[in-house]
């Protein structure tokens, strides 16, 4: 298996994912955002991997 490094687009999705998840952290409230910091961040790493396996995206 062949690892590439992720397209500049999806490195900029994940690391805006990554920083939503940190805000609570940094004591800014996002509360229009349902879901718990430990699934943003899981999404975070799971979009960075999936442009890292996989050619092209």
């Known amino acids: 298996m ?8 999806v490195f900029l ?3 805006a994912l990554f920083v939503v998840a940190v805000l609570p ?3 800014i409230a996002v509360p229009s955002i349902g879901l718990s ?3 943003i961040l899981i ?3 799971a979009v960075l ?9």
């Open 25 to 27: 952290l940094a004591g």
């Open 43 to 45: 999404a975070s790493w």
């Open 13 to 15: 999705i994940s690391l």
């Open 37 to 39: 910091t430990v699934h």
């Open 49 to 57: 991997a999936a442009g890292v396996l996989f050619k092209g995206i």
């Open 2 to 9: 062949r690892l590439t490094p992720p397209s500049f687009l």
